[in-house]
């Protein structure tokens, strides 16, 4: 009986320009909506934007060679600095604190996630991890990432929600990352850049997260 009330346990890394902090902030209506269901637990990337306060990166997108590091998802570079750190860091962490069922993420950490998806079946920290829920989240553009998505990343099951009116992100980039993953199921709204907490998408998402519970328990 134990086991059939555990709560899921879920990773959160935040988007670009954003902290464990802020992101904690802005995903509160929809934690409180899915904390019956799900532990959220957040992590701060280990790059810190160049003189901005609590605003941290996972990888950026110029040559390292430039003084001031930045990241934009338009950019087709052919550098991503800082990526391997990130990952290393985010796979110790989920050694050291793991296992985690899933992982929320938003923006450049959605952009992440979907690469950590790929990658799963050759990290063994990964191989807990059964589903991802991607909030304006893109496909990256840098081309030493393409490798990632050389093939339909069936490892996961993938929620994807994302905005409309979103200005950062392209909508045809959302797209293109949904269309990355087996199976998806997607929620688009009418709103921008952001984590939504209307009731539509409080009720998809905990609609996904009973259904990976149920299969937690049934497996």
């Not at 800082?82 to 923006?107: C, K, T």
């Not at 799963?120 to 496909?139: I, P």
């Not at 996961?156 to 797209?175: A, K, N």
Request: aromatic content about 10%; charged content about 25%.
């Amino acid at each position: 009986l134990r086991s059939m009330s555990r709560k899921l346990r879920i990773l959160c890394l935040h988007g670009y320009r954003q902290s464990e902090v802020s992101f904690r902030e802005k995903t509160g209506g929809l934690r409180k909506a899915l904390k019956s269901l799900a532990d959220f637990e957040f992590i701060r990337a280990p790059h810190a934007v160049h003189q901005e306060e609590q605003s941290y990166s996972w990888f950026y997108s110029n040559p390292a060679t430039h003084h001031v590091l930045t990241y934009n998802c338009l950019d087709s570079s052919t550098e991503d600095p800082g990526f391997d750190e990130s990952v290393a860091y985010i796979l110790d962490h989920i050694s050291n604190n793991g296992p985690y069922d899933g992982i929320v993420a938003f923006s450049q950490g959605a952009c992440l996630t979907s690469m950590l998806c790929s990658m799963k079946r050759s990290e063994t920290a990964l191989a807990d991890l059964s589903f991802v829920m991607l909030f304006n989240g893109f496909r990256s553009r840098i081309t030493k990432h393409d490798k990632y998505y050389t093939d339909v990343i069936d490892s996961v099951r993938s929620l994807h929600v994302y905005g409309e009116t979103d200005e950062v992100i392209p909508l045809d980039m959302s797209e293109k990352l949904v269309t990355s993953f087996h199976d998806p199921v997607k929620f688009i709204h009418p709103g921008g850049h952001f984590v939504p907490s209307s009731a539509p998408v409080r009720n998809f998402c905990k609609d996904f997260l009973r259904e990976q519970l149920k299969m937690k328990h049934a497996s």
